[in-house]
């Protein structure tokens, strides 16, 4: 079976990361695609609970039958290579692509092993509007970036919000008064 596997932070998840895997499964040959949030961020960073974190992403995600959220980090180490590893243990019968922005392919040089997690499960990279670089591929995904949704959320934009953020995940935000 083809999975696509879109690992990240979601922190929170963003209409920017359901048009990735809106993409991801109308041009590629996958018949799932796993999100997986990280436990913990790999240059520790803050991060919303982690619970939180799954939650907001099977929100935003409901609408796609072929996508499952995991929970595999919960009890990792946060290295891409650990986790694919772990889910190719888990599920022999896989074979693994890495769904990846360009702006994260343009760090990889920081990625514990990248060759390995490469050889693994060969990445789709998605060009992302303001990243540019000599391996970036031309944009398919608008600049909408986590940090800015924060500063949003702490501001209480809502109406600014509306854009950028699925109404479901902005609703559990509300609730749980995250990152207030």
Not at 140 to 154: G, K, Y
Request: charged share 25%; with cysteine.
């Amino acid at each position: 079976m083809n999975v696509a596997i879109f690992g990240g932070s979601f922190n929170p998840p963003h209409a920017s990361h359901v048009l990735a895997i809106a993409y991801v499964l109308a041009t590629t040959d996958v018949e799932r695609l796993v999100v997986v949030p990280a436990h913990k961020h790999p240059f520790a960073k803050h991060l919303a609970p982690f619970e939180d974190r799954v939650r907001m992403c099977e929100l935003a995600t409901a609408i796609f039958p072929s996508v499952e959220v995991s929970r595999i980090e919960r009890d990792l180490d946060g290295l891409t290579l650990h986790t694919l590893e772990a889910m190719q243990r888990e599920h022999p019968d896989w074979k693994m692509r890495l769904v990846m922005g360009a702006d994260i392919l343009l760090e990889a040089d920081k990625w514990f092993r990248f060759d390995d997690v490469k050889k693994l499960a060969p990445p789709i990279v998605l060009g992302r509007a303001g990243v540019h670089g000599t391996s970036a591929p031309t944009p398919i995904l608008p600049e909408i970036s986590s940090t800015r949704v924060r500063e949003l959320l702490a501001a209480k934009d809502w109406d600014a919000l509306e854009p950028l953020v699925p109404r479901a995940v902005i609703e559990h935000i509300r609730a749980k008064n995250l990152y207030a």
